[in-house]
């Protein structure tokens, strides 16, 4: 199931967000600051987050753009309520959805459900076929034959087309826990991936470098 960031400095109302979200099939991580959110954005994947506009130390929507810098991720506010300016602001900054305090538990499970169904659209990624049960891709027709990293690598990309995966993200995803591995690694196998798909099609190159950023797979 997927794994909600919760940032809420207000332990009443986190305990009840957990509470409804775990009841609902959701893991949920929890941060009481900002910089606890940033520090856990390193080493942990989530794919929604729920940020109190109000945080002691940076604040809802300086966070959502640092978290956004990592990659994009859907972003459900907790505001005030009838702070309107806020709104306002977070729908600016590209806010998915808002939930104003006070709110039902089953409310918010309702809104995080219809954000995530907005924001995870099936996507294809032309010309590639996963087989992940059998950890096999093709790409135009033809199995290609890969290493074990080079297929993590592949298959992290293939999860969400057209998502930007940081290095520390396919570092994460494909290596684990090996900590000597480094970006450089991580470049050097998509380097011989890349060659692989060019030797089926030359003028192929799906794998698309995000300067500064790190990796995505070219969509329609
Ligand atoms: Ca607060």
């Known amino acids: 199931m997927p794994t909600i960031l919760l940032v809420e400095d207000e332990a009443v109302i986190?305990?009840?967000?957990?509470?409804?979200?775990?009841?609902?099939?959701?893991?949920?991580?929890?941060?009481?600051?900002?910089?606890?959110?940033?520090?856990?954005a390193r080493t942990q994947l989530f794919e929604l987050a729920i940020l109190d506009v109000g945080l002691p130390d940076i604040g809802g929507f300086a966070l959502c753009?640092?978290?956004?810098?990592?990659?994009d991720l859907p972003?459900?506010?907790?505001?005030?309520?009838?702070?309107?300016a806020d709104r306002v602001l977070g729908l600016e900054i590209g806010a998915d959805d808002y939930i104003a305090k006070p709110f039902s538990p089953r409310e918010l499970v309702a809104?995080?459900?219809?954000?995530?169904?907005?924001?995870?659209?099936?996507?294809?990624?032309?010309?590639?076929?996963?087989d992940a049960e059998g950890h096999r891709v093709s790409f135009?027709?033809?199995?290609?034959s890969l290493t074990r990293y080079e297929y993590g690598l592949l298959a992290a990309l293939l999860?969400?087309?057209g998502a930007i995966l940081s290095r520390a993200q396919l570092m994460d995803r494909v290596w684990g826990g090996e900590s000597d591995s480094s970006d450089r690694t991580i470049d050097t196998h998509i380097k011989t991936l890349r060659a692989k798909l060019r030797e089926i099609d030359p003028?192929?190159?799906?794998?698309?470098?995000?300067?500064?950023?790190?990796?995505?797979?070219q969509v329609d």
């Open 140 to 144: 135009r027709g033809r199995t290609l």
């Open 111 to 130: 809104r995080v459900r219809a954000v995530l169904r907005r924001s995870n659209p099936p996507v294809a990624a032309p010309g590639f076929d996963h």
């Open 203 to 217: 003028q192929a190159d799906p794998i698309r470098t995000q300067r500064g950023l790190g990796y995505s797979l």
């Open 75 to 84: 972003v459900i506010f907790l505001t005030a309520r009838d702070a309107e």
């Open 159 to 161: 999860q969400r087309p």
């Open 14 to 40: 986190a305990r009840a967000v957990e509470f409804a979200l775990r009841g609902e099939g959701f893991d949920t991580l929890h941060c009481l600051t900002g910089g606890d959110a940033l520090r856990l």
């Open 65 to 71: 753009r640092e978290l956004r810098r990592v990659r």
